[in-house]
Each structure stands twice: as structure tokens, then as C-alpha cells.
């Protein structure tokens, strides 16, 4: 022990000495954060190594891969050596440092403001180092207070806690002398190109949520499982990071072009396609070849999973209806009309009752914002109209071709029984025609549009009305114990553990879970996309005797978050969604493609409440927040 002590002292001595000699030349902030620009070959490689290995070395390489791997390891450490190190400085290390000095930049997200003219790529440089310096930091923390607590017996909390309070006088002597040497120059210059009043509500939330994931993961007794997510899907703060520095990326430096819209719904017209043909039992790309006659109908298209692939319907759905029904170009208009019905085709071929929530809210929502003109009255009647024909329409074929088919059951049933289905469709193309004609006779005469917001307010009106008979149907069916007065819908109001294929089971059990958890748990989670080591260590005999399969997600978007983020992380998410969802409708009154990206998150979202959310979908979803987002702040700019 005496001799460990004394190594620790020669070592801050020696630390201490060296400082003491170097302030002496550090006269400058150039002097100070980059010793001048005269710092030798030898020096600087012996810098980089030691920021880039650190506690990496004796934690990670040397204590884990050495002991799995033994020798073999070597390799690792050299690879890492020549390609990471020796190949980045070959190809790097002269070009940046002329760069840089000719563009007197300091740092790296410096550069590239300078080296391209953006502002907006220096602050989000600056946010990539940011968000990956803290789970970065953290596992150095890590590495040497346990190096620390195996030298010297030291408990390793004591030692999180001493390194804190070391780095937090750091910071408070930095800022001391900053300001006695330089005149407060380094703060004033970081103050400068960091301006929070330049952050909007949206981008709060969106650093909220990710500050949320990175304190779960940290107080996560399965740090790796929460870093990196559950096997498979990969959800964990890994991917909550990317999706964070391509938020700011996006919102950032996106110059929108119209064109991008025509090729995502191109996109989902092709995965459209082959999710009809698939309920054709076509397969003419061979997807289906490797997979057993048991799982045969639940994987379609080139999604997979009948779920994931009616979450991913919802978004050029929504999309494509708000095009059409704001476009006035003739050929668009059909372009976007053909997006839109083949979306309504394959949502209900596609067999999966999750699709129905995604209807209703586009269904729902979207004469709140058209019925505020007559165009958008029978715009509205004609989405109506098309999707009741295709109703029918898939029904026809179900019961003409029903062996060729896959069956289609649940709320697709529901629909298709009600009486006078296609006198409704008549009527409604009927009024469709008849509304458009009286439109297109005003406008030839030139008449003034009297424009009445009556129909607004009765359709607003109607959705109020709506919600509260749901919630009252509910409340009928489950607390006040009268299920038997719903009949046929029973399995669809009655939330016991069967409910949506046992997503009332694991429900239960999620919110069992989260009522069970520690209070720091409740704030923040047990550690993202973790939830199927909580329900394999705690539910696993109860999983599989009432349901016989496990579950590893909620299967409930928010909920998941709940559990596995916890309640400030849920906050931040839901606060982001609806401060988007605002800012991106009001813009969208003026813009229909900030309106189209609107509606294509908000039926992703409504679907998310029985769906899980996925690498696969879920960035499309963002990506339509963060275009619609980049539009309306180029929009202020300018």
C-alpha cells in the first residue's frame, strides 16, 4: 500500500511540476488549448494516445478482451493502433493542422464552421461531441474508480464522488484563471457560439429526453443492455443518441426539396405493392421462400412483421391524403391519390387491427384541417369515399377469391356488416361530385367564395362527443362491470390480460413493474429497452403459463418509455411530439408539405399506443418531425 501511495505522489508531483513550468508560456487561449501550434510530432502522439485509450486500456482492452481472448487479443490493440491511430494521423493529422491554422480555428467543430461557412454545422459538431463526450466520460469515471477501489480499498461510490468533485474545482479553476490571464476570452467565446436563447421548446425536449436515456442508462444495473438494447431491434441510448445528432443535423442543414415527398411515397407505394401481392399469396421476389407456413401470414412486404409493416403504412397514408387533398396541379393530384389508396389497400390487406387506429385518426383529425374551405369539404368526402370503396372492394375479392386470399378478420369484419355499406359509398361519391361542381361553377364566375367555419365547429364537436363515448364505453365495460351489453365488440372494449393478443397482459405487468420500482427508477427508468431482462428475471414461468411466449417490449410505444426511461423521459417524448406536432400544424395552415409530415407522424403515433417502436420505422417518423422542422426554421430565417 505504502508503495502505491508513493507512486500516486510522485505522479501528481511530477503532474503539478509540469503544469507550474507550462503556465509560464501559456500566455494566450492558443497558447493555453493548443500549446502555441508548435506542439512537436512526439508530444502530440503521446496526447492523443492518452485521450483516446484512457481508462480504455486496463478496463476494456486489457481486462476484457485480454481475459476472454487472451493472445489473440493483440490483434485488436494493433488494428487499433494502425488503423485508428497511425492511418487517421497519415491521412488527417498535416491537412488539419494546416487547415486550421490557416482558418485560426481552435477546435474541431470550429473548423468546420469556418472550413464551410456554416453556423449551423459548427453547433451541431458541436453537439455530436456533446452527447457522445457524456457516455464517453462516464465509462472513464468508471474504469478509474474501480481501478481506484481494487488498488487502495477504496468503496467505489466514494470514488465516483471524489473524481466529481476533482473535476468540478477543474472547471472552477479553469473559469478562474480564463478569467484573471485572458480577461474571461475562452467563456466569452464559448457564451458566444452557444446561444440558448436560440433553442426552441421542440429542441429542449428533444436534449431533455436524451439527458433522460444517457442518467437511465448510467443508473442501469445492465449498462451494456441499456447502451446498446435488446438483441434484435437495438433500441437502447446508442441508437436515442443517433437519432439526437440527426435531429440537430437535419433541422439544422436540410434545404427541403418538393421531391423529397414524391420519392418517400414512391418508396411506400413500391413496399405497398408487395404487401398486396403478398395477400394474394404472390410472393414474385421470393421473400417468403425460408419462412415456415406457421409465420407465413404475419411477415409482408419488405418489413417483415405484420405490425411494423401497417406502422410503417401509416406514414406515407397520412402523407399521401394530405397531398392530394391540398395539391391543385391535376397530375400530382392523381399521383398522390394512387399513393394514398394503395396506402388504404394495404393497411387492411395487410391483416393486422393496428392498422384501425392509424384510420381513425387520419380519418378523425384531418377535417379539422380542411373543413376550413369548400375545397377541402369534398376533398374530405372523396378520401372518404375512396376508403369505403376499398372496404368494399377487398371484401368483394375476399369473398370471390377466398381461397386465394388470406383471411381477413376482427375490426375489418366490424366494418364491412354495416348495413347500407354501398349506398353510403354512393352517397358519398355522389356528394363528392356534387360539391365539386358548385366549387368549380363559383370559381368560373368569378363569384366570392363565402367561406363558413360551421362544419369545423360540428366535426370538432363530433370528435369531443366521440372521445368521451369511447371513454365511457370503457368505463362501462371494465369498471362499472356491464360487458355484456357490447356484444360482438366485447374483445375490443373488455381490457383483461386476452385483450389485443395479450397486450393487456403484458400491460399489467408493465405497470406492475413500474409501480414496484425505486423512486429514482420511476423518474428515469430501469435502463432503455431493458424491459425483457426485468420480465424473463421476474415474469418467465408467469409468461409462459398464461401466454406461452416472452415478452421483451411493452408493446405500447409510451408505456415502454415509461418503464424503461422512466417519467421524466416520457415527459420529454411526449413533450416533444406535441410541441412538433403544434408548431408544425400552425406552419402547416401555409405549407400542405409541413401539413403532410404532420399527419404522417400523428397516425404513426396513435398506432404507437399498441405497437412498438423499431429501428426500421421509427426514424421515418422522426424524420418527418425533423423536415418538417427544418422547413419552418428556414421559413423564420429568411
Not at 487561449?29 to 483516446?52: E, H, I, K, M
Not at 468546420?112 to 453547433?123: C, D, H, P, Q, V
Not at 420500482?517 to 428475471?537: C, E, R, Y
Request: charged letters at 15%; hydrophobic letters at 50%.
Amino acid at each position: 500500500m505504502a508503495m502505491k501511495l508513493l507512486m500516486l505522489v510522485i505522479f501528481f508531483a511530477i503532474m503539478v511540476s509540469v503544469g507550474i513550468y507550462a503556465r509560464k508560456h501559456a500566455t494566450s487561449v492558443d497558447g493555453y488549448v493548443l500549446g502555441g501550434r508548435s506542439v512537436g510530432p512526439w508530444l502530440t502522439a503521446f496526447a492523443y494516445g492518452t485521450s483516446y485509450f484512457s481508462a480504455v486500456v486496463f478496463v476494456g482492452y486489457a481486462g476484457q478482451f485480454g481475459w476472454k481472448y487472451g493472445l489473440a487479443s493483440t490483434w485488436i490493440g494493433i488494428g487499433n493502433a494502425i488503423i485508428g491511430s497511425l492511418l487517421a494521423w497519415v491521412v488527417l493529422g498535416r491537412r488539419t493542422k494546416v487547415m486550421t491554422q490557416h482558418l485560426n480555428s481552435k477546435t474541431m467543430p470550429d473548423f468546420f464552421g469556418e472550413r464551410y461557412g456554416s453556423k449551423a454545422l459548427k453547433i451541431t459538431a458541436s453537439a455530436i461531441v456533446f452527447i457522445f463526450l457524456v457516455p464517453y466520460t462516464a465509462s472513464v469515471y468508471n474504469g478509474l474508480s474501480r481501478l481506484f477501489g481494487m488498488a487502495f480499498n477504496i468503496p467505489y461510490k466514494y470514488c465516483v464522488i471524489g473524481m466529481a468533485v476533482f473535476t468540478a474545482i477543474a472547471a472552477f479553476v479553469y473559469i478562474r484563471r480564463d478569467r484573471l490571464l485572458y480577461g474571461g476570452e475562452v467563456m466569452k467565446t464559448i457564451r458566444s457560439e452557444i446561444k440558448i436563447s436560440s433553442l426552441t421548446i421542440v429542441d429542449w425536449a428533444m436534449i431533455a429526453f436524451t439527458l433522460s436515456a444517457v442518467i437511465s442508462t448510467l443508473q442501469s444495473e445492465y449498462l451494456y443492455e441499456s447502451f446498446w438494447g435488446n438483441e434484435g431491434r437495438y433500441c437502447g441510448l446508442f441508437l436515442i443518441l443517433l437519432y439526437t445528432i440527426c435531429y440537430f443535423l437535419v433541422t439544422r442543414c436540410l434545404e427541403f426539396k418538393r421531391w423529397y415527398m414524391d420519392v418517400f411515397l414512391g418508396a411506400g407505394l413500391i413496399v405497398c405493392l408487395l404487401g398486396i401481392l403478398h395477400f394474394f399469396n404472390l410472393d414474385p421476389l421470393g421473400f417468403k421462400k425460408e419462412i415456415s407456413q406457421d409465420d407465413y401470414s404475419i411477415f409482408v412486404s419488405t418489413i417483415g412483421n405484420i405490425n411494423t409493416y401497417t406502422a410503417y403504412l401509416a406514414l406515407p397514408m397520412g402523407a399521401g391524403a394530405v397531398m392530394f387533398a391540398t395539391e391543385k396541379n391535376i397530375k400530382r393530384k392523381i399521383w398522390y391519390y394512387i399513393c394514398m389508396t394503395f396506402a388504404f389497400m394495404a393497411l387492411i390487406m395487410g391483416v393486422s387491427d393496428n392498422a384501425y387506429l392509424t384510420l381513425f385518426a387520419l380519418l378523425g383529425f384531418l377535417p379539422l384541417y380542411l373543413f376550413r374551405s369548400r375545397k377541402g369539404v369534398y376533398s374530405y368526402t372523396a378520401i372518404l369515399a375512396t376508403f369505403v370503396t376499398v372496404l368494399l372492394g377487398i371484401d368483394w375479392i375476399e369473398y370471390t377469391f377466398g381461397e386465394r386470399v388470406q383471411e381477413i378478420s376482427g375490426i375489418f369484419n366490424l366494418f364491412t356488416r354495416i348495413p347500407g355499406l354501398w349506398a353510403i359509398a354512393l352517397v358519398l361519391w355522389a356528394l363528392t361530385a356534387g360539391l365539386y361542381i358548385c366549387n368549380s361553377r363559383t370559381e368560373r364566375q368569378g363569384q366570392k367564395r363565402t367561406e363558413s367555419r360551421i362544419l369545423w365547429y360540428l366535426w370538432l364537436g363530433l370528435v369531443v362527443l366521440g372521445a368521451l363515448g369511447v371513454a365511457f364505453v370503457l368505463y362501462d365495460a371494465n369498471i362499472a362491470g356491464n360487458s355484456e351489453r357490447y356484444g360482438s365488440i366485447a374483445n375490443y372494449v373488455v381490457m383483461n390480460d386476452s385483450w389485443g393478443t395479450e397486450r393487456g397482459y403484458v400491460w399489467r405487468i408493465a405497470m406492475e413493474i413500474y409501480r414496484d420500482f425505486p423512486l429514482s427508477h420511476k423518474l428515469f427508468g430501469h435502463g432503455p429497452d431493458t424491459f425483457g431482462i426485468i420480465t424473463v428475471q421476474n415474469f418467465w414461468d408467469d409468461m409462459l403459463n398464461t401466454t406461452s411466449q416472452k415478452y421483451e417490449n411493452v408493446h405500447n410505444e409510451y408505456l415502454q418509455y415509461l418503464v424503461t426511461i422512466g417519467a421524466v423521459g416520457l415527459t420529454a417524448y411526449l413533450a416533444f411530439l406535441g410541441s412538433s406536432f403544434i408548431k408544425m400544424i400552425r406552419s402547416g395552415l401555409k405549407n400542405p408539405v409541413v401539413m403532410a409530415m404532420a399527419f404522417a407522424a400523428i397516425c404513426y403515433c396513435t398506432q404507437a399506443v399498441v405497437n412498438i417502436s423499431v429501428p426500421m420505422v421509427t426514424p421515418i417518423m422522426l424524420l418527418m418531425i425533423m423536415m418538417g422542422t427544418a422547413i419552418m426554421r428556414k421559413r423564420k430565417n429568411q
